[in-house]
């Protein structure tokens, strides 16, 4: 083979490698532009200038600039005016000291401008990568509008739990205690940690039969609501009636994980209702007393009026010297005494009552002064 024959077949031969080597890099190319645009978060990429070079089609979408306008713009275009200056002098002592940031960790709080001014915050995660350019930044920017919403959520809902009146109890599937409120350890007198650990039983008062729990049980287990009151018993002795709700919570399964119980004391409402059930018992005792006294008085003077007749009868028909004058007199004035007091018993309706826990009570003031 002669020279030239040899420096043709080499020639070939480097073409050839240069053509795979090639259509690796287009391949490597392809990946990358594959990854870049598939990747779940937006990714910013600049130069040592902080000038952008590529963006993903999610980054397009998140600050809402299609990637032709941004290309060659200062990434700052990307950070609310009153970060900028700062934003600056941060990026450039990361180029000069590059190191990797990761999201979650290492990564930073970060809030993006889109281009219709509005503002967001984000988690951003920087990588620095070496090229026959020099180092580019790696930027990748996650939107954490939803997180912060849903934080702050669970930051108002865990105050409300905190504040509210009624006691608050989680536990898990096998009702073991794992957090109670403030308002539990108020009415209790057990405290958070005397009660974590334990179950609730710790507040039984052992008034209620076997048979209510049962139905209790068997409620939350199906995972329905149970409600219903509850007599407890406070860490001091002292008993008390609880308006309890039950709620099972449940996994994406559907498999119950805890039970989460709220529960409003209503001791003062229910002693009030006892109070008020025995003042209608002793209301009606003594309106059937009364209206008994009402029929006697009725009897008592249909009884004396004939007697009172009789005797004016005699007074008529005797002699006044005749000692059955004085007689008749004496029943006179007797029967006359006597329907004093029951006209005094019958007047009793006439005279203005006062209400004192749901029961009349008479006016004995007014009374006393027709004595």
């Known amino acids: 083979m002669t020279d030239a024959e040899k420096s043709k077949e080499q020639l070939l031969e480097e073409m050839k490698t240069l053509r795979e080597r090639m259509g690796r890099m287009e391949r490597a190319e392809t990946k990358f532009w594959a990854l870049l645009e598939s990747a779940p978060d937006a990714i910013v990429i600049i130069d040592g200038d902080r000038r952008i070079s590529l963006v993903n089609a999610q980054a397009e979408t998140l600050f809402g600039y299609p990637r032709q306008e941004l290309a060659g713009q200062p990434i700052e275009v990307l950070v609310p005016e009153r970060f900028r200056e700062t934003h600056a002098d941060h990026c450039a002592r990361y180029i000069s000291k590059p190191i990797i940031r990761p999201m979650g960790g290492g990564g930073s709080d970060f809030s993006g401008r889109r281009k219709d001014g509005s503002e967001f915050p984000a988690e951003i995660s920087l990588s620095p990568m070496n090229t026959e350019e020099g180092v580019l930044v790696v930027s990748i920017i996650r939107d954490t509008t939803r997180r912060k919403q849903a934080e702050a959520e669970r930051r108002k809902l865990a105050g409300a739990i905190e504040q509210t009146d009624d006691s608050v109890v989680i536990t898990d599937r096998e009702g073991v205690i794992e957090y109670v409120n403030p308002a539990f350890e108020r009415k209790t007198g057990y405290t958070r940690e005397e009660a974590i650990g334990k179950t609730p039983r710790i507040v039984k008062s052992g008034l209620q039969g076997a048979d ?17 009151m509850l007599i407890n018993k406070r860490k001091n002795g002292e008993l008390y009636y609880e308006e309890k709700t039950i709620t099972p919570l449940k996994d994406d ?14 001791t003062k409402r229910i002693k009030m209702e006892k109070n008020l059930e025995e003042v209608r018992v002793e209301k009606e005792r003594l309106e059937a007393i009364r209206a008994l006294s009402m029929t006697y008085a009725h009897n008592i003077l249909n009884a004396i009026t004939p007697v009172k007749s009789y005797a004016e009868r005699i007074l008529k028909i005797t002699d006044p010297s005749d000692p059955r004058q004085k007689w008749a007199e004496s029943i006179i004035d007797g029967t006359a005494d006597v329907v004093k007091i029951v006209r005094r018993l019958e007047e009793i309706d006439t005279f203005s009552v006062t209400e004192l826990g749901g029961m009349k009570m008479l006016d004995l003031d007014r009374l006393k002064k027709r004595e």
Do not use: C, M, N, P
């Open 212 to 228: 209510f729990y049962v139905q209790l049980w068997a409620t939350v287990l199906q995972g329905e609501v149970f409600r219903g």
């Open 253 to 266: 399964k559907g498999v119950i994980t805890h039970y989460v119980s709220t529960g409003k004391d209503v």
